[in-house]
C-alpha cells in the first residue's frame, strides 16, 4: 500500500470540468499536443511581438523579444502599436507522428522524481480493456482510448502535480511561483 | 525581479511598489477590481515618446480602467506618465483615486481569475439564462478563484466570441510578457 500523499485537483484550484474535457477531447484536436508540450515537457511560451501602425494598418511581426521596432517600415509613422502574443496552436500538430509513448512516459518519470524527490518502480500501468487501452499513471486519473499512444499521453498529461502553480520547475523550487501556468491561454486553445 | 522586489518589502514591512519593466499592478476600489497599471520602458531607437511626445524620464506608467458601457473600446487610459524608476507606484496611484488599492496576489491563477473578474464588469453574464443555470451548479465550497476558472471554461465552451474578446483586449494587454510585481 503506498502511503505517499498525491494532490488533487482541488489542491490546485482546478476544475473537474477541465479535467473531463482533457479526457474526452478529440484525438485530432492541437489542444493535446499544446498540453503535452506545456504540462509534461515543460516548454515555456516564446513571447512575439505584433506592431501594427495605426496610421496605414501595416502589421510587422518581430519574434525577437529585445528587437527594436519605433517606427513602421512601410510609412515611417512613429504611431506604431506593439501587440505581445503567443503563438497559438492552430496548425494542430500531429502528437501521434511526432511523440512516442516511451518518451512521454519517461518524461513524467523525471517530473515525477522531481517533484516528490524519489521514484517508485511502477508508475504507469496499462492494460487492454476488450479493444480499448487503459493508462494511469500512479498520481493521476485514468485513460481509456482506442489508441495506447493517446491513452498515455492523456493520462500523462492528466497527473495533478503537474499543474501545481507553486511549482517551478526550472529552477526545480517548491513554494515558487511558476510563471508559465497561464489558464487562460490554456482554454483559448480549446476555443480554437 | 518582481520575487526579489516582494521579498524586499515583505522583510522592510513596506507598502512600497517600484516600478519596473515590464511590470504590471492590478489595483482594487471598494474591494473590486479597478484599475490596471503597466509600467513600462521606452523602446530604446526611440527618442521622444509615442503618445505624448515626452522625452524624460524615460520610464512610462500607463493606468487603465474600463470605459463605459456600449464604448467601442473596452478600456481607457487614466493617466499616463513619465516617471522616475524610484517614485513609489502606490503613492502616484492614490494620487489619481484615493481609494485604489493594491491586489496582492497568491500565484498565477489569482491574476487570471482577477483579470477575468475586471472583465466581467463589462460583460455581466448575470443575464444569461444559461449561466444562472451554471452557476447554481457551482459548489459554493470552492474557492473564488477556482470559480472564476470554471466560468471562463462555462464562457469558452458557450460564448466562445465573448472569451476571445477577454483573452486579446484584457489578458493580451496585462499578462503576457509582463512581470506581476505585487505578489503576496
Not at chain 1, 493535446?32 to 512575439?48: M, T, Y
Not at chain 1, 520547475?169 to 513554494?175: E, S, T, V
Not at chain 2, 477590481?33 to 521606452?42: K, N, Q
Amino acid at each position: 500500500m503506498d502511503a505517499r500523499y498525491y494532490p488533487t485537483w482541488r489542491d490546485f484550484d482546478i476544475p473537474q470540468r477541465m479535467v473531463d474535457t482533457v479526457k474526452h477531447t478529440s484525438n485530432s484536436n492541437g489542444l493535446i499536443g499544446f498540453l503535452l508540450n506545456d504540462r509534461v515537457f515543460h516548454v515555456e511560451n516564446k513571447i512575439n511581438y505584433e506592431y501594427r501602425c495605426i496610421h496605414c494598418g501595416h502589421v510587422k511581426i518581430l519574434t525577437r523579444q529585445y528587437e527594436d521596432y519605433s517606427s513602421c517600415e512601410k510609412c515611417n509613422s512613429n504611431k506604431v502599436h506593439g501587440i505581445p502574443f503567443w503563438k497559438e496552436n492552430r496548425g494542430s500538430p500531429k502528437v501521434a507522428n511526432r511523440i512516442d509513448a516511451k518518451a512521454v512516459a519517461v518524461q513524467l518519470g523525471i517530473n515525477f522524481t522531481q517533484y516528490f524527490g524519489s521514484n517508485d518502480n511502477d508508475i504507469l500501468s496499462v492494460s487492454w480493456k476488450d479493444s480499448d487501452f487503459r493508462a494511469k499513471f500512479v498520481c493521476g486519473e485514468e485513460v481509456i482510448d482506442g489508441s495506447p499512444v493517446w491513452a498515455i499521453t492523456k493520462a500523462a498529461i492528466l497527473c495533478p502535480f503537474l499543474w501545481d502553480s507553486n511549482y517551478n520547475w526550472r529552477d526545480k523550487i517548491k513554494n515558487d511561483r511558476n510563471n508559465n501556468f497561464h489558464i487562460s491561454h490554456l482554454i483559448m486553445q480549446w476555443t480554437m | 525581479m518582481g520575487n526579489l522586489l516582494n521579498e524586499y518589502r515583505r522583510r522592510h514591512n513596506s507598502n512600497f511598489i517600484w516600478g519596473s519593466s515590464d511590470g504590471v499592478c492590478f489595483f482594487n476600489k471598494n474591494r473590486k477590481p479597478a484599475a490596471i497599471c503597466l509600467l513600462t520602458d521606452m523602446c530604446r531607437a526611440g527618442t521622444v515618446c509615442d503618445y505624448c511626445s515626452g522625452r524624460q524620464p524615460r520610464f512610462v506608467c500607463e493606468v487603465f480602467t474600463l470605459n463605459r458601457w456600449g464604448s467601442r473600446e473596452p478600456l481607457k487610459i487614466l493617466a499616463h506618465d513619465h516617471i522616475d524608476v524610484d517614485i513609489d507606484v502606490s503613492k502616484f496611484m492614490s494620487k489619481l483615486d484615493a481609494n485604489f488599492v493594491p491586489y496582492h496576489a497568491k500565484d498565477q491563477k489569482d491574476i487570471e481569475a482577477w483579470v477575468w473578474n475586471f472583465f466581467l464588469q463589462l460583460q455581466p453574464f448575470s443575464r444569461c439564462d444559461s449561466y444562472i443555470e451554471f452557476a447554481k451548479k457551482q459548489d459554493k465550497k470552492d474557492s473564488n478563484t477556482m470559480r472564476s476558472l470554471e466560468q471562463m471554461i462555462w464562457a469558452a465552451t458557450n460564448m466562445p466570441e465573448i472569451f476571445s474578446v477577454y483573452y486579446a483586449r484584457f489578458y493580451q494587454l496585462s499578462v503576457i510578457g509582463r512581470n506581476y510585481l505585487l505578489y503576496k
